[in-house]
C-alpha cells in the first residue's frame, strides 16, 4: 500500500509541472475524455490540435500536437494537466470514474466541458457525481480567466448559434480552486475545429479563449 502511494504522489507531482517554453523541456499532450453513455465524445477531431498549435504560436507552450484519449477511471488520467470533454448526448461516469475523476481534480488537473449543443442536460448530473456538495457557478466577466493573454471584457465571446442564448462560463469550485471550467451555449470545440466554416475572426477568438484557458491552468507567462 505504501508503495501504492507513493506511486501515486509521484505520479500527480510529474503531472502538473508548468509548461515549459518550446525551446526547453519534453512535449506535454492534452486530453480527450472519453466517456461513457453514448455521447459522442469523439466529436470535432481536429480542436484539440488545432488549440495546441494556437498555443505553441502565441504562448510558447511545447504541446505535442497529437493529442491522447484517456477515460475517466484510468489512471492514465494523472497523466495530462488538462482534460477536455465535448459532445451532443449522454454523458455517464460510473462510480470508480466518478472517484478517480475527483482525486484527479483535487490533486492539480482540469477538467475542460464544452456544450457541442445537447450536453446540458447530462453533464451537470454528471459532473454533480463528481462534487456532490459543488454546483456549477457562473463566472463573472471579471475573472480571470478572461484576462490571459487576451482580454475578454464581456467575458466568453459566442462563436457558434445554438438557440439564441447568450454565450455563458460556469465553473466548478473546490477549496478556492476552479477545477473545472464548462462553456455553454458557444461551442469553443468547433470554433477550433472549424466544422461550421465559421468566419476567421470567430475562430480567431475560439482559439484566443482556448489559449486563455490554458494560460490560467498552467501559469504561462
Request: with cysteine.
Amino acid at each position: 500500500m505504501r508503495t501504492i502511494c507513493c506511486l501515486f504522489i509521484f505520479l500527480m507531482a510529474s503531472a502538473f509541472m508548468p509548461i515549459q517554453p518550446v525551446a526547453e523541456g519534453p512535449a506535454l499532450k492534452l486530453a480527450l475524455l472519453k466517456y461513457a453513455g453514448g455521447g459522442d465524445w469523439y466529436n470535432d477531431v481536429n480542436s484539440l490540435k488545432n488549440l495546441a498549435k494556437f498555443c505553441n504560436e502565441n504562448l510558447r507552450t511545447n504541446f505535442d500536437l497529437e493529442y491522447a484519449t484517456v477515460e475517466p477511471g484510468s489512471a492514465e488520467l494523472f497523466n495530462y494537466p488538462l482534460v477536455y470533454a465535448t459532445g451532443h448526448g449522454n454523458m455517464l461516469f460510473s462510480d470508480l470514474e466518478a472517484r478517480n475523476l475527483r482525486a484527479y481534480l483535487e490533486g492539480g488537473g482540469f477538467l475542460m466541458l464544452n456544450d457541442d449543443f445537447g450536453l446540458d442536460p447530462f453533464v451537470r448530473p454528471s459532473m454533480k457525481k463528481v462534487f456532490p456538495e459543488l454546483d456549477f457557478v457562473e463566472l463573472p466577466f471579471s475573472h480571470p480567466i478572461y484576462h490571459q493573454r487576451y482580454d475578454f471584457k464581456n467575458g466568453l465571446p459566442k462563436i457558434h448559434e445554438h438557440d439564441g442564448k447568450p454565450a455563458q462560463g460556469f465553473g466548478l469550485i473546490w477549496q478556492g480552486r476552479l477545477v473545472c471550467y464548462y462553456d455553454f451555449e458557444t461551442d469553443l470545440g468547433d470554433g477550433w475545429d472549424d466544422v461550421h466554416n465559421d468566419p476567421q475572426d470567430l475562430r480567431t477568438k475560439a482559439l484566443q479563449m482556448g489559449a486563455n484557458i490554458v494560460q490560467f491552468v498552467f501559469g504561462v507567462q
